[in-house]
């Protein structure tokens, strides 16, 4: 399976994730760690953090709305079943757990404020992200 390369797409992508990280930082001096984010968010606690937290939740699920016109060429993502979803989901929430933070936490704010337990946290999601792939496609012939 060969897949095109997109690095102008990537590079916006990245400077877009980048400066909402940094517009967090400064301007309500939170992380932008996903699952902190969400996490607190459903804990439905509505104190002063409850409007940011919802707005920034709104927002990424409103993006990727706003940005589908202009993939020419996206391709179409099978939804997985409702209990795949639960169990993924679950599954996902336990590892945030164990490990303090998404790989938005760590990996963009952790490793950029120079964070030892970040980087190593990034390591392992990016070592455990390459054996599933090669596991997926290559042994079980995903």
């Known amino acids: 399976m060969i897949t095109e390369s997109t690095p102008y797409a990537g590079l916006l992508g990245g400077a877009l994730i980048g400066t909402s990280a940094v517009l967090l930082m400064a301007?309500?001096?939170?992380?932008?760690?996903?699952?902190?984010i969400f996490r607190n968010l459903i804990s439905l606690k509505f104190d002063g953090d409850f409007i940011w937290r919802a707005l920034f939740v709104v927002g990424l699920v409103?993006?990727?709305a706003v940005t589908r016109p202009f993939a020419?060429?996206?391709t179409v993502i099978a939804l997985p079943t409702l209990s795949i979803a639960i169990i993924g989901g679950l599954l996902v929430g336990f590892g945030t757990a164990?490990?303090?933070?998404?790989t938005s936490g760590h990996g963009i704010c952790g490793i950029s404020r120079f964070s030892l337990r970040s980087?190593?946290?990034?390591?392992?999601f990016m070592v455990v992200a390459i054996i599933?792939?090669?596991i997926t496609h290559h042994v079980l012939g995903g």
């Open 119 to 124: 980087t190593v946290a990034t390591l392992t």
């Open 27 to 36: 301007g309500a001096g939170r992380i932008a760690g996903c699952s902190g």
């Open 132 to 134: 599933t792939v090669f």
């Open 98 to 102: 164990l490990s303090h933070g998404c």
């Open 72 to 74: 020419a060429n996206a």
């Open 62 to 64: 409103a993006g990727t």
